[in-house]
């Protein structure tokens, strides 16, 4: 168990929908990463925060937006979903600026 | 695109080491080595880190080149849990400003 939390487990949504998925850092942990593994792209870096603000984009979609709240948990927005965007999210967590403590995803199912 | 290039797969048998390569030719001089391993679809797991110097913890060993161009990650005794895709990136310690890139990675099968 890493410490860090993610929720739902799993999501299955039609295409055009939006959905929210939440990440709880580790106790203290001011980074929050977010990441989409899918089949055939592998481990995509999505955005970094820390302490609330953004640190670091990728190559997340316009579609997608993130947000890190006061009490550091943080929150991906997917929305218009299409059949593509099917895939696992996983959120990170660090405290100091090394390691990474990844959650156990949100599995998403588009349909 | 990935700063790393590792072998797709590799194989190795329980109770021996496993020695898994990794080229990072293009690293920066504030750039750190870190490994993670994913057990199918698990989240990834961090092992270890290590700048130049020689790492070891309870879970592996990082052996880092002099130039830094390279580094093996080491399993002293492999078992059969440790059956996993192994992932090296490089990025700097700090709080931001750069991109976690992972590759591919290695994908490991312990067999007994």
């Given at each position: 168990?890493?410490?860090?939390?993610?929720?739902?487990?799993?999501?299955?949504?039609?295409?055009?929908?939006?959905?929210?998925?939440?990440?709880?850092?580790?106790?203290?942990?001011?980074?929050?990463?977010?990441?989409?593994?899918?089949?055939?792209?592998?481990?995509?870096?999505?955005?970094h925060?820390?302490?609330?603000?953004?640190?670091?984009?990728?190559?997340?979609?316009?579609?997608?937006?993130?947000?890190?709240?006061?009490?550091?948990?943080?929150?991906?927005?997917?929305?218009?979903?299409?059949?593509?965007?099917?895939a696992?999210?996983?959120?990170?967590?660090?405290?100091?600026?090394?390691?990474?403590?990844?959650?156990?995803?949100?599995?998403l199912?588009?349909? | 695109?990935?700063?790393?290039?590792?072998?797709?797969?590799?194989?190795?048998?329980?109770?021996?080491?496993?020695?898994?390569?990794?080229?990072?030719?293009t690293?920066?001089?504030?750039?750190?080595?870190?490994?993670?391993?994913?057990?199918?679809?698990?989240?990834?797991?961090?092992i270890?880190?290590?700048?130049?110097?020689?790492?070891?913890?309870?879970?592996?060993?990082?052996?880092?080149?002099?130039?830094?161009?390279?580094?093996?990650?080491?399993?002293?005794?492999?078992?059969?849990?440790?059956?996993?895709?192994?992932?090296?990136?490089?990025?700097?310690?700090?709080?931001?400003?750069?991109?976690?890139?992972?590759?591919?990675?290695?994908?490991?099968?312990?067999?007994?």
């Open positions: 168990d890493s410490g860090v939390t993610q929720t739902p487990k799993h999501l299955i949504t039609a295409t055009g929908q939006r959905v929210t998925l939440r990440c709880s850092p580790r106790s203290g942990d001011l980074s929050v990463y977010w990441y989409q593994q899918s089949l055939d792209q592998g481990l995509q870096f999505l955005i925060y820390y302490n609330g603000e953004e640190r670091a984009k990728g190559n997340i979609l316009e579609r997608f937006s993130a947000q890190q709240f006061p009490d550091l948990h943080s929150e991906l927005n997917l929305s218009s979903l299409e059949l593509g965007d099917s696992l999210y996983f959120c990170a967590s660090s405290a100091n600026r090394y390691e990474q403590y990844f959650g156990p995803g949100t599995r199912t588009v349909t | 695109d990935a700063k790393t290039t590792q072998p797709p797969s590799m194989d190795c048998a329980e109770g021996r080491a496993a020695n898994l390569p990794c080229n990072h030719s690293i920066s001089g504030n750039e750190y080595v870190y490994w993670y391993r994913q057990i199918h679809s698990q989240g990834p797991q961090y270890i880190h290590g700048l130049k110097n020689n790492e070891t913890n309870e879970m592996a060993s990082l052996i880092i080149t002099e130039d830094r161009k390279s580094s093996t990650l080491i399993l002293p005794h492999a078992t059969l849990r440790d059956t996993a895709v192994y992932y090296c990136i490089v990025h700097p310690a700090n709080t931001g400003g750069f991109k976690t890139i992972f590759g591919a990675g290695t994908r490991l099968f312990v067999k007994a």
